[in-house]
């Protein structure tokens, strides 16, 4: 297996497609349009184990925008709307 | 001396298996009630250690961390603190994880340490994560973390040995100096630091084999499927209704004609009189037209506990967030609008997943909405009187198109309702956001579901002893008082207060084309939607139990015009008329300006539904 994630450039998570898979480079709630505070959507994120490093994998998406999806992250399947995974950048 | 009460907490996130691991050691000795002041439930059970010492241990929420974001999670933080009101500091806390899943557990176990409570780490389903090929270190991570640790299998019998053999062994060499609390709010950069440690002891001692579940990853390739997920889950609700309305009915009819002899022994032993009435037609008949709806509560919460333990409930969430989105509610407020078709009741209750507050009361609010099975009798009686019996189109039978469209009537102004919500009062507002693990599948216990039908049913018997007999009680009087003067040849109920109190409301409801036997009918209607039946058969005077329910269809074709019938039912798609909903909207909005908001509203859409309808059918040649 090779390590392409040098050369892949970096991406919000709320853009990939379906079968994305990528590592977290890291988190910026900033850039999510959330309802949430910045904080509180990165607490809530890394609650839930969206952290640097791990794993992901786009696994499902809704019917109505794509959204919501259903994610990978190491060992457990974790569903987001788009609008909150774009505070996740992976590459 | 006997030792005294031992106080177990259960902590853990979601999904970790806690309540399996809280019944396998409590069975059926549990109690739920409300925290005081906040509607979470509370669940606490009894059990004895094989050493002999009394245990009660107590279900705290599931949470994924101690800041307390939602009314549920605050009281985890507050319990475990010992801040919570009228709550004593648990002696030990029980850190519940799911053996496959560690990351997000250690996390809070290691959140939880700082609290300085005694801990124990419960490495539950421990037999799925052998299967999966994951093993653990036992040893090393109790080493690790400075916690003892148990490995525990809740839905085996025996499964909880290990655990309760180490709880005797704490317990026995408890300090009884409460060490000092040193856990405050989480930075962000603290939590990071929390999640790379667990992250850190997860590596060292536990070996993950990258082997996914593939179960559910075939059974999500098929649910979770953008155009066969949501045919699947039409196909689910669909058995569902089917079974609500179809495998309930026998029973249904059972306890209806125990009530009926029941109310019969009575009239025939007591000598006529007050007492008689009373007991016959306040008490039997009364708690009885509720308790006849058991059946359909327990089949409904049967499939609900089923696709929970199974883990569906979240998908359903997840297939219809966006869906739902348009109209401007939640994902999560699917289940709850789903079970409101059975009865508000538990409809309202299951809003307290959501943990967006105003998601959640838009969600309240439009439950009563959807048709529940109390207003099946006064549909069925009005269309069977009204609607003639024949085909449209060739292949619809016009009186079950009715009924479709009073459903549809029902739903679509719920969706109505929430989106003017949404635009007027909660306009500065951006959508909750949606986050939410999709746990593996298990197998449901029954055990499980069980106990869990039992704790519903008996809470839903334990209201209609209550509130709902009380009601009766009141509606009785209402009808029974003053007696009709000796002599009198009118039905004794014209000269009651009931009958006072609906001619001086009739004006009122004379555009809409009720006449005042109806107003009448409304007032113990009140109670409960389908006590209408019973009362308009009072009011019409007819005597008998099964046969009134015969006739009072042929009375009402020939009171009534089609106009006044088609105004009912109108009235019914909306109609307020639901003490026990009205009293839960109050006990979980903790508040009675948004139980008097959905009353008014109510209200007015059922006066301004029977108005238009009454018209315009009067218009057409109908009145």
Known sequence: ?91 | MEAPLLHLALVGTPNSGKTSLFNALTGSRQKVANYPGVTVERKEGFFVTPLGRQVSVVDLPGTYSLRGRSPDEEITRDFVLGKASGESMPDLVLCVADSTNLRLTIRLLLELKRTGRPLILVLNMFDIASRRGITVDVEGLAKELGVPVVTSIAVRKGGTADLLRLTDEISAELDPEPQENKWRALSVSELRATQREADRIIADCVSLPSRPDTWTARIDAVVLHPVGGLLVLALILFVMFQAVFAWAQPLMELLNSGFDALGELVHDTLPAGLLQSFLQNGVISGVGSVIVFLPQIIIIFLFILLLEDFGYMARAAFLMDRIMGGAGLHGRAFIPLLSSFACAIPGIMATRVIDNKRDRLTTILIAPLMTCSARIPVYTLIISAFIPAKEVWGFINLQGLVMFGLYAMGIISALLVSFLIKFFMLRDYAPAPFMLELPDYKMPRLKSIAIGIFTRAKMFLQRAGTTIFSMMVLIWFLASFPQPPLGATEPAIDFSLAAIIGKAIEPLLAPVGFNWQIAVALIPGMAAREVAVAALGTVYAIEGGKEAAEQIGQVLATKWSLATALSMLAWYIFAPQCASTLAVIRRETGSWTWMAVTFTYMLVLAYAASFLTYNVAVALGAG
Do not use: C, K
């Open chain 1, 1 to 91: 297996m090779t390590d392409d994630n040098d050369t892949r450039s970096q991406i919000p998570l709320g853009l990939a497609q379906r079968g994305y898979t990528g590592v977290i480079q890291h988190l910026s709630a900033r850039d999510a349009a959330s309802a949430l505070p910045d904080i509180e959507l990165e607490s809530r994120l890394i609650e839930l184990g969206f952290v640097e490093g791990a794993r992901v994998e786009i696994l499902h998406e809704g019917i109505v925008g794509r959204d919501p999806i259903a994610v990978r992250v190491d060992n457990i399947t974790i569903a987001v709307r788009r609008r909150e995974a774009m505070a996740i950048i992976v590459a």
